[in-house]
């Protein structure tokens, strides 16, 4: 399985912006659809965002499109998300996720993904 590390989290005001990195590595990076989940205190992880392995096909939960961007450098072996105009509502433990997967699917649901990051901590304050 690929290694995934997790990035760039932090405090941040409400209407901040922060970009977490998740570094891969241990196998072929560009063979891997990726995605980010999120896991507030008391709350069940859920889908954020996901990238097929070319990049070229992203999805989002309703919550956060249009504030969030996903992307990906297949050469840096990395995948990014990019989050703007926080909210309270999006702090929690950001994690990425990997699968092998086909050329453009998306992949959304957490059962999906076997390869899994630690973590990182976004705390919007208000």
């Known amino acids: 399985q690929v290694q995934l590390v997790e990035s760039g989290g932090g405090l941040v005001q409400t209407g901040g912006s922060l970009r977490l990195s998740c570094a891969a590595s241990?196998?072929?990076?560009?063979?891997?659809?990726m995605g980010w989940f999120r896991q507030a205190p008391g709350k069940e992880r859920e889908f954020v965002a996901a990238?097929?392995?070319?990049?070229?096909?992203?999805y989002y939960a309703g919550s956060v499109k249009g504030r969030f961007t996903i992307s990906r450098d297949n050469a840096k072996s990395t995948v990014y998300l990019r989050m703007n105009s926080l909210k309270p509502e999006d702090t929690a433990v950001y994690y990425c996720a990997a699968v092998l997967g086909l050329y453009n699917t998306i992949y959304y649901t957490s059962d999906d993904y076997n390869s899994w990051g630690q973590g990182t901590q976004v705390t919007v304050s208000s």
């Open positions: 241990g196998r072929t990076f560009s063979n891997y659809a």
């Open positions: 990238i097929s392995r070319s990049g070229g096909s992203t």
